[in-house]
């Protein structure tokens, strides 16, 4: 009687399932490993136009001033305050605050202003380890990120 060969695994089947697993590894990895840095930019790049914009329209409403710095909460918290007074543009509606809250530094995670006296685009980072969120200039309204891992805005 003649032996009959049985199916199994050749080398080659081993092979491609080893190639397919580990493509697909592949593509698993950066996305547990957290976000790549180009999508941490540009949502630094969107709070900081949002920060940016609700500074113009508080100078707006103020007679050109800017936001005074809260140094007990570490923020500017007049941008997420309702208005004390409605001008003539709010009248007829509830105003709102500038900020619904405050928007975190997406490099840190972190919302704390810290005031300097800098301006520029070139920003140095004020805050120690890289735990900073924001800078923010009271004499020319300007905001920068603090502790950014060389991105600058």
């Known amino acids: 009687m003649p ?4 199916p199994g695994l050749m080398l080659t089947d081993l092979v491609v399932v080893l190639v ?3 493509v697909l590894a592949a593509a698993a990895v950066p996305q547990l490993v957290g976000p ?16 940016r914009s609700a500074v113009e329209v ?5 007679q050109s001033r800017n936001p005074p710095y809260d140094g007990r909460a570490r923020s500017i ?20 605050a500038y900020l619904e809250a405050f ?3 997406s490099f840190t995670g972190i919302a ?27 004499t020319t309204g ?3 990120l603090d502790s950014n891992p060389g991105f600058d805005l």
């Open 77 to 96: 918290s007049s941008l997420t305050r309702r208005p004390a007074r409605a001008d003539s543009a709010t009248s007829n509606r509830q105003a709102n």
């Open 3 to 6: 032996s009959q060969k049985l």
């Open 36 to 51: 790549p840095k180009d999508s941490r930019a540009a949502l630094a790049e969107y709070n900081l136009a949002t920060l």
């Open 20 to 22: 397919i697993v580990s």
């Open 112 to 138: 704390d202003v810290v005031t300097t006296d800098r301006t520029g685009l070139t920003v140095e980072d004020i805050s120690p380890g890289g735990k900073g969120g924001w800078q923010y200039n009271p």
């Open 142 to 144: 300007q905001v920068f």
């Open 103 to 105: 928007p975190k530094n």
């Open 58 to 62: 508080y100078r707006t409403h103020n």
